[in-house]
């Protein structure tokens, strides 16, 4: 396969980050070349995240791969905080004038992006290696790979670093010019994939003794469950004798009842992590998704976050060529971490809402807890509580 040395826009990683803001420029015209470091199979084997903001929705749609989604996800207008043994719903359409979320899996939404790719038969490199990035800084940046051994160099205007927390973009930039914000939290989540009906029709999000509890799903016959679990916990101890009973002791007595159990065929432990760096852009370089920020997992809001930068990266690209002005790209940065610092703020909010922190620095041992009980019952007696809650949820609006 011969491949083309030149392109508009470079895009390093084909997660949904890079695989959406490909797909937003060949709608507009614009070249782009995605290099991914691993096979597409491997790409689609990874289970991460399952709800989607409207705007994300509504993004999906512009870039015309929402058909699936439509047909199979599944619209949420409300979701359940657990607490003290019972359930509270929050209405989260009631409270957002008629907003509401699309329960649709990240492996789903990146599957439709890929297709639409392969459709369009627009360029992507899988299983490039040893991606490296020269001079963003000046006028014509490269990219070199190599690919099945042999070393290729791909020109172009600007490169996009969509390749995730651990990618070569973010590390690519000279230490003095970029500022790195962190907290790790002192816990994980345990997820499985489990082909039984969900106990409720909405997610439930418990707040419990034992830890941290979460009821998804993907569908109505596949579940995705999580328990907050140690960060010495190997995947290994977790039978899935051990996840039921555990997920069980964590729910209300009624719930736990009904809750339908079976074989998971999948089971992870993700570490749970604040992290911004800034700014989002270097010269001719810029980050979007992960590769510029972590969020942990309790507002489901990390591909919603990845999906927005898009949307800010996408319209300053195409202003970009189309009317030869840089005011989007000069702003990108800027208008983009507002947005995340809000999103950021509500997922360390909802995880320090919900979750119990081990003995060690920072705990907040027994009246951290009752604070967060206290909070609870505040926060589901109060409207103007579960507005803020609400909105933060289905996403803040975007700066035009
Ligand atoms: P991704 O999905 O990490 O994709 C980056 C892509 O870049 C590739 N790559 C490289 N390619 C070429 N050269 C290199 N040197 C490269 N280095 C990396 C990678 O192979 C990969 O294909 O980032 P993107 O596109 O920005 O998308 C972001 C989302 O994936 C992410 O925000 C969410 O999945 C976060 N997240 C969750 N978010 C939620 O909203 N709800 C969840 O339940 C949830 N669970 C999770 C998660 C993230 C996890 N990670 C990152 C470990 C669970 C996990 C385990
Ligand atoms: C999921 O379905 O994987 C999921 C849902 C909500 C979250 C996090 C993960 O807050």
């Given at each position: 396969m011969s491949l083309p040395t030149r392109t508009q826009v470079a895009i390093i990683g084909a997660?949904?980050?890079?695989?959406?803001?490909?797909?937003?420029?060949?709608?507009?015209?614009?070249?782009?070349?995605?290099?991914?470091?691993?096979?597409?199979?491997?790409?689609?084997?990874?289970?991460?995240?399952g709800v989607l903001e409207q705007v994300s929705v509504d993004l999906l749609d512009e870039a015309g791969v929402g058909a699936r989604m439509h047909r199979e996800g599944l619209v949420h207008h409300g979701i359940e905080?657990?607490?003290?043994?019972?359930?509270?719903?929050?209405?989260?359409?009631?409270?957002?004038?008629?907003?509401?979320?699309?329960?649709y899996g990240q492996t789903e939404v990146t599957r439709?992006?890929?297709?639409?790719?392969?459709?369009?038969?627009?360029?992507?490199?899988?299983?490039?290696?040893?991606?490296?990035?020269?001079?963003?800084?000046?006028?014509?940046?490269?990219?070199?790979?190599?690919?099945?051994?042999?070393?290729h160099t791909l020109a172009c205007d600007h490169i996009a670093g969509c390749d995730g927390f651990h990618g070569v973009a973010r590390a690519s930039v000279p230490v003095g010019a970029i500022r790195q914000f962190e907290r790790v939290y002192p816990f994980g989540w345990l997820g499985i994939l489990a082909d039984v009906p969900p106990v409720s029709d909405e997610l439930i999000y418990a707040n419990h003794a034992r830890g941290f509890a979460l009821c998804s799903m993907r569908s109505a016959s596949r579940v995705r469950l999580y328990v907050q679990c140690s960060l010495q916990d190997k995947v290994e101890d977790w039978s899935d004798e051990r996840f039921w009973a555990e997920l069980k002791s964590?729910?209300?007595?009624?719930?736990?009842?009904?809750?339908?159990?079976?074989?998971?065929?999948?089971?992870?432990?993700?570490?749970?992590?604040?992290?911004?760096?800034?700014?989002?852009?270097?010269?001719?370089?810029?980050?979007?998704?992960?590769?510029?920020?972590?969020?942990?997992?309790?507002?489901?809001k990390g591909l919603n976050l990845a999906a927005a930068d898009v949307r800010y990266l996408s319209r300053a690209l195409i202003e970009h060529y189309a009317d030869k002005s840089d005011a989007g790209l000069d702003d990108y940065s800027r208008k983009a971490l507002r947005r995340i610092w809000k999103a950021e703020r509500f997922s360390w909010w909802m995880t320090s809402l919900m979750h119990r922190f081990p003995a060690g620095p920072g705990d907040t041992g027994e009246v951290g807890h009752r604070m967060q009980t206290a909070e609870l019952d505040y926060l589901v007696h109060s409207q103007a509580a579960m507005t803020s809650l609400a909105e933060n949820y289905v996403g803040l609006p975007f700066e035009e």
């Amino acid at each position: 396969m011969s491949l083309p040395t030149r392109t508009q826009v470079a895009i390093i990683g084909a997660g949904p980050s890079g695989l959406l803001l490909g797909q937003l420029l060949h709608q507009a015209g614009i070249d782009n070349v995605i290099l991914e470091q691993r096979s597409a199979d491997y790409v689609l084997g990874r289970v991460r995240a399952g709800v989607l903001e409207q705007v994300s929705v509504d993004l999906l749609d512009e870039a015309g791969v929402g058909a699936r989604m439509h047909r199979e996800g599944l619209v949420h207008h409300g979701i359940e905080l657990m607490f003290s043994g019972e359930r509270h719903r929050i209405d989260l359409a009631a409270l957002t004038g008629g907003k509401s979320v699309m329960v649709y899996g990240q492996t789903e939404v990146t599957r439709d992006l890929m297709d639409a790719r392969r459709e369009h038969g627009a360029p992507i490199v899988y299983e490039a290696e040893d991606v490296a990035l020269h001079g963003f800084d000046g006028h014509a940046p490269t990219v070199t790979f190599r690919k099945d051994g042999v070393e290729h160099t791909l020109a172009c205007d600007h490169i996009a670093g969509c390749d995730g927390f651990h990618g070569v973009a973010r590390a690519s930039v000279p230490v003095g010019a970029i500022r790195q914000f962190e907290r790790v939290y002192p816990f994980g989540w345990l997820g499985i994939l489990a082909d039984v009906p969900p106990v409720s029709d909405e997610l439930i999000y418990a707040n419990h003794a034992r830890g941290f509890a979460l009821c998804s799903m993907r569908s109505a016959s596949r579940v995705r469950l999580y328990v907050q679990c140690s960060l010495q916990d190997k995947v290994e101890d977790w039978s899935d004798e051990r996840f039921w009973a555990e997920l069980k002791s964590r729910l209300d007595p009624a719930t736990a009842e009904r809750l339908p159990t079976g074989p998971s065929f999948e089971k992870s432990i993700a570490p749970l992590r604040s992290f911004v760096a800034e700014p989002m852009r270097f010269g001719r370089l810029y980050l979007a998704g992960d590769a510029a920020h972590i969020v942990p997992p309790t507002g489901a809001k990390g591909l919603n976050l990845a999906a927005a930068d898009v949307r800010y990266l996408s319209r300053a690209l195409i202003e970009h060529y189309a009317d030869k002005s840089d005011a989007g790209l000069d702003d990108y940065s800027r208008k983009a971490l507002r947005r995340i610092w809000k999103a950021e703020r509500f997922s360390w909010w909802m995880t320090s809402l919900m979750h119990r922190f081990p003995a060690g620095p920072g705990d907040t041992g027994e009246v951290g807890h009752r604070m967060q009980t206290a909070e609870l019952d505040y926060l589901v007696h109060s409207q103007a509580a579960m507005t803020s809650l609400a909105e933060n949820y289905v996403g803040l609006p975007f700066e035009e």
